[in-house]
């Protein structure tokens, strides 16, 4: 469970989930359980999903995967234990902070965010559709539930923690819902021309792999337009919201030009 | 998640969880969310556990093994929207049952008892042990971790539900933890001398897989007289309750007579 949540990572979740508490104006230290608590499951989704079972992958974050170094039996159940105290751990945020009521709210939402109809979902739609040529509304579902749901998680999180009400939590959730969307289209097109090495895995795994990506189905520069599409309408929902939102925009700039 | 949801078992852990309900004179109705929350964290260990890279088992309940249906991926995930389910469905316990606060206690216990600290330890020490010959405590401590930790969880949720109070509490908590015991030495005693047809699944794996086991350690005789003092230990606290106690009793009955 260490191993591979201290290998590192973008920690984008916890960061998006700080960021949302800041806009708030609120103590982003509020948001620590919670961080955790996605960071944990998005960690053990990785451990599983790189399992040889699923996409058998040996290299994580520059380091040799969970089931490379203790095996899959230790690998599946490290996945299955970050999973199960993400949920022990999300009951940690203070009682100063939210409610019994909000807290059972968080927790009802991060299982949604990763479950069947969240971030499982995704991961199945997405063993469904290999070797076929998805069309782009079947590659958007794959990405909104495998990693979609768990960034919108991350700042419907932190709204939630910081009392937002409906009107912005709608406009919070359609600006993480496009933000996921930029991102997972940044990764395709990285994934064609990215840098091994500040990658910390294989390039161009998804045309060996034959699966279905932005650049494929639009072509590079058309997945580069899909991309900045998708980081203007987040920009303009956060605009929306009328918070203090100079973390979750420059946040939302990282995404459109990360290198890794 | 269905099929082996619906391949059916013995449901012990919502049956303890109804009686202890009922010990209470409270309706078991109202324990409906925590035992299927229960219930299916119990299924998602079952698909895992029999993966290849762990027990390798091919029938389960008298039915192919999950992952000989569906494949070891979608098995995988099949246990991880389980477990993450089970933390959605404990959430719809009625507001009228328990207030905020039992709600988030109920869900720290049901994510203790089935983490790192309590089921899936129980699954890695069971790992590590295999091959080996185990002492006496070294194999309680695997028992009362991989499956007594669930079953104490049963009851504790449901006195948790009917508001008992902390005395009741410790000793429903040592009626569960002795039950525990006593389910697995009969669980092994069964491996030697149960009927395949009735168990649903193959019978002599333990001394197959050469695990240390309760009839291996202290011979079939020791065994047997082990499971009695448990079963009279369990009986014991459950009369310090002053409940009525009449279904646990049932339930204790059952579980040191059963051959299946």
Redesign the interface.
């Known amino acids: 469970?260490i191993y591979s949540l201290e290998a590192g990572g973008k920690r984008i979740r916890p960061l998006l989930l700080f960021a949302t508490l800041d806009a708030f104006g609120t103590n982003p230290e509020n948001g620590l359980a919670a961080a955790a608590a996605v960071e944990m499951i998005h960690t053990?989704s990785l451990i599983?999903d790189d399992?040889p079972?699923?996409d058998n992958d040996d290299l994580r974050r520059g380091k040799p995967t969970n089931h490379k170094v203790f095996?899959?039996?230790?690998a599946?159940?490290a996945?299955?234990?970050l999973?199960?105290?993400s949920?022990?751990v999300i009951?940690k945020i203070p009682s100063d902070v939210a409610?019994?009521?909000v807290?059972?709210n968080v927790?009802?939402e991060?299982?949604?965010a990763?479950?069947?109809e969240g971030m499982?979902?995704g991961?199945?739609a997405d063993?469904e559709g290999e070797e076929k040529t998805l069309t782009l509304e079947e590659l958007e579902y794959i990405h909104i539930h495998k990693t979609g749901k768990l960034l919108r998680f991350s700042v419907l999180a932190g709204a939630m923690l910081a009392g937002a009400n409906q009107s912005m939590l709608n406009n919070l959730s359609q600006f993480a819902h496009h933000l996921g969307l930029a991102f997972q289209i940044q990764d395709d097109i990285l994934d064609l021309t990215g840098n091994q090495q500040l990658m910390g895995k294989p390039v161009g795994s998804d045309t060996a792999n034959h699966k279905s990506t932005y650049p494929l189905l639009l072509s590079l520069e058309g997945a580069q337009d899909a991309l900045q599409t998708q980081i203007n309408l987040a920009k303009e929902y956060l605009a929306k919201t009328a918070l203090n939102t100079e973390l979750l925009l420059e946040i939302t700039d990282l995404v459109a030009s990360r290198n890794h």
Do not use: C, R
């Open positions: 469970m053990y599983h399992l079972s699923m095996g899959d039996a230790i599946t159940l996945g299955d234990a999973l199960t105290y949920f022990e009951n409610s019994p009521e807290k059972l927790i009802v991060m299982a949604k990763a479950g069947a499982v979902g991961q199945v063993m």
